[in-house]
């Protein structure tokens, strides 16, 4: 029996792969694309809480030593307020990012455990 030229397996069962990275299979775009917000996501939030600290505790450390002078007291009631207000706000810019998140359809956005396992060597 006679092959056709249409016979004949011009390519693998598998498909065509490129030579390099890009053609070697790996993670989805999305899911490469939800690690990095994530990973951005996670060190901002970690610097926004440590100035929100910082913060509120250099207030607390103005209040006590203003030693009743009314202008060093209302400064120090600012900076202690400006911090819960920053911590307010990186709060809900976390649940603001993880319902945006949602409506897209990029599931685990700011999954912190799987950016904490990466270093540890811990991630199944």
């Known amino acids: 029996m006679a092959k ?5 397996n011009l390519f693998p069962n598998s498909g065509l792969e490129g030579i390099g990275k890009l053609g070697r ?3 989805e775009p999305i899911t490469l694309f939800a690690d990095f917000i994530s990973g951005v996501v996670a ?6 809480v ?3 600290v910082f913060s509120i505790i250099t207030g607390a450390i103005s209040i006590i030593s203003s030693g009743g002078d009314k202008q060093a007291l209302e400064s120090a009631r600012k ?3 400006n911090g819960i ?3 307010v706000v990186v709060i ?5 990012i993880e319902i945006v998140a949602y409506f897209l359809g990029i599931n ?7 950016l904490l396992c990466k270093p540890l060597g811990t991630c199944p």
Do not use: E, Q, R, Y
């Open 108 to 114: 685990g956005i700011l999954n912190i455990a799987k």
């Open 25 to 27: 299979p790996g993670p």
């Open 79 to 81: 900076k202690i307020t």
């Open 92 to 96: 809900a810019a976390l649940f603001i």
């Open 50 to 52: 440590i100035w929100a």
């Open 43 to 48: 060190l901002l939030t970690v610097i926004a």
């Open 85 to 87: 207000i920053g911590l």
């Open 4 to 8: 056709l030229l249409s016979d004949i």
